[in-house]
T-cell receptor, first 109, second 113 residues
Framework: DAKTTQPPSMDCAEGRAANLPCNHS???????VYWYRQIHSQGPQYIIH???NNETNEMASLIITEDRKSSTLILPHATLRDTAVYYC??????????FGAGTRLTVKP | DTAVSQTPKYLVTQMGNDKSIKCEQN?????MYWYKQDSKKFLKIMFS???????INETVPNRFSPKSPDKAHLNLHINSLELGDSAVYFC????????????FGPGTRLTVT
C-alpha cells in the first residue's frame, strides 16, 4: 500500500553520519516526501519533509534526487538515541499518510 | 503541556465490550487522525477529521466510530470488541494540507481477551 521502498535494517557507528535511502519511483509532482521515526513503541516523531528542494533542520537533512524518484535522510552525527524505525512516506493531496515497513536503524557505540 | 495526549495509555478488556479512547490536542490544529499499529508494527490510518467533517475513512469495520465534540478532541469509540482489535492506537493532529506535518500522541495499547 505504501508508495515507498526502504531497506529493512541498517547499522551506523555512533558519531558518524547515518544515510537512510528511500525509493519512491511513482511519486507524483504534487506529493511530498515525509520522514518520521518511531522509537520503541512511542508515537511516530516527525523529522523532516520536502517537495523538490533539499531540506535541512536541526534534526536532519533531506536530499531529494532531481527526478524525485528517490531521497536520502541524513542524520549528521548519529547518537545511540537515534536508534529507531525510520519511515519514508509519500503524501498526497488527500492528506493521507501511508506508512511502510520502514528501516530499523541501529546506532552502535 | 503535552501537544497530543491520549487516555488511557493501556486498556485491557473482554471481547464484546464497548470502549472509548480519548484524544486531545492543544496545538490549535484543525485536522485530527486515528492510526492503528498491529502486532506486525504496520501503521495504518483509520480516520481523519477536519472541522468536524470526516475526510478520510479507510476500510475499517463500522464498529469503530470517531467522535469529535470540538476541534481539539477526536475520540475513538469501538463497539463489540474482537480479539483482532488488539493493537496500539495512535492519535495525531496537523494543520490541513499536505505541507504540514502530523504530531502523534503516545498511543493507547488495547488488549482484547
Amino acid at each position: 500500500d505504501a508508495k515507498t521502498t526502504q531497506p529493512p535494517s541498517m547499522d551506523c557507528a555512533e558519531g558518524r553520519a547515518a544515510n537512510l535511502p528511500c525509493n519512491h519511483s511513482t511519486i507524483s509532482g504534487n506529493e511530498y516526501v515525509y520522514w518520521y521515526r518511531q522509537i520503541h513503541s512511542q508515537g511516530p516523531q516527525y523529522i523532516i519533509h520536502g517537495l523538490k528542494n533539499n531540506e535541512t533542520n536541526e534534526m536532519a537533512s533531506l536530499i531529494i534526487t532531481e527526478d524525485r524518484k528517490s531521497s536520502t535522510l541524513i542524520l549528521p552525527h548519529a547518537t545511540l538515541r537515534d536508534t529507531a524505525v525510520y519511515y519514508c512516506i509519500v503524501r498526497g493531496n488527500n492528506n493521507d499518510m501511508r506508512f511502510g515497513a520502514g528501516t530499523r536503524l541501529t546506532v552502535k557505540p | 503541556d503535552t501537544a497530543v495526549s491520549q487516555t488511557p495509555k493501556y486498556l485491557v478488556t473482554q471481547m464484546g465490550n464497548d470502549k472509548s479512547i480519548k484524544c486531545e490536542q492543544n496545538l490549535g490544529h484543525d485536522t485530527m487522525y486515528w492510526y492503528k499499529q498491529d502486532s506486525k508494527k504496520f501503521l495504518k490510518i483509520m480516520f481523519s477529521y477536519n472541522n468536524k467533517e470526516l475526510i478520510i475513512n479507510e476500510t475499517v469495520p463500522n464498529r469503530f466510530s470517531p467522535k469529535s465534540p470540538d476541534k481539539a478532541h477526536l475520540n475513538l469509540h469501538i463497539n463489540s470488541l474482537e480479539l483482532g482489535d488488539s493493537a496500539v492506537y495512535f492519535c495525531a493532529s496537523s494543520q490541513r494540507g499536505t505541507g504540514y506535518e502530523q504530531y502523534f500522541g503516545p498511543g493507547t495499547r488495547l488488549t482484547v481477551t
